[in-house]
């Protein structure tokens, strides 16, 4: 009878071999913890349950989150060849992977030994290696994006009209702007309540900087009702042919 199991030499136990069929071997049904193991190392294609086409060489497998991750080797990142992207795909999204290459015969009984000892575990020839990760320079990473998307955040004025927001947009450019409710505050002095005219300017009665803010206003305003009156003309001329 046949089997595909066999003996190992050195740390012992049995290790799982896959049947060669010839070519790329596709497998139907979504893999399991039993399956798995052997593809570590190897070239796959994956098709996720949204049918989105993956493949990559598989990384990793994980039976406490029960996820399969999949190095892609052809798509360096920002064209540097020593760094590589890495998915992370939870094994109940695989609805079909197939293997495109074939997995390496153990060439010494050392290196099965090697595979199968208690220190070693099955990521042992896994490749691209990976190097340690620098906590601290991952949570200042972390923090500094949240900062940013944060400001972002910060420039979008809310329960404001699409002019309102060009408006500040336009400000932002030249000057220190932020919103304040709906009312823009500029240079931390000057507040332009809706409708955001220059009339609509005020701050104190000593702030050298309103006379300056109420002049950009009026000229961001002419300059933005300009290229809205440009782009409705050449909308009227598309529509007419």
């Not at 702007?177 to 009312?183: A, E, N, P, Q, S």
């Amino acid at each position: 009878m046949n089997s595909d199991r066999r003996q190992g030499s050195g740390a012992g136990g049995y290790q799982q071999r896959p049947q060669n069929q010839g070519g790329p071997q596709a497998r139907p049904n979504p893999p399991g913890p039993s399956s798995i193991d052997w593809v570590l190392g190897l070239k796959v294609k994956i098709v996720t349950t949204l049918d989105d086409v993956i493949v990559g060489r598989v990384y990793a497998y994980c039976t406490l989150t029960n996820t399969l991750t999949v190095a892609d080797d052809d798509a360096p990142v920002g064209g540097k060849p020593d760094l590589t992207n890495y998915r992370i795909l939870k094994i109940s999204f695989i609805k079909d992977l197939a293997v495109l290459e074939k997995k390496p015969e153990d060439t010494t009984e050392d290196d099965a030994a090697l595979a199968t000892s208690r220190n070693a575990g099955p990521f042992v020839k896994a490749t691209p290696h990976i190097g340690p990760v620098n906590i601290n320079t991952a949570i200042q990473k972390v923090n500094s994006a949240a900062r940013a998307a944060g400001q972002v955040l910060a420039q979008r004025g809310v329960g404001v009209t699409q002019d309102a927001q060009d408006l500040f947009d336009a400000l932002a450019k030249t000057l220190p702007v932020r919103w304040l409710d709906k009312c823009i505050l500029v240079l931390e002095e000057v507040k332009i309540d809706p409708p955001y005219t220059p009339e609509s300017c005020s701050a104190k009665s000593d702030s050298p900087a309103l006379a300056r803010v109420k002049k950009v206003v009026d000229g961001e305003r002419r300059r933005l009702e300009t290229l809205k009156q440009a782009r409705s003309e050449s909308n009227e001329e598309r529509k007419g042919g």
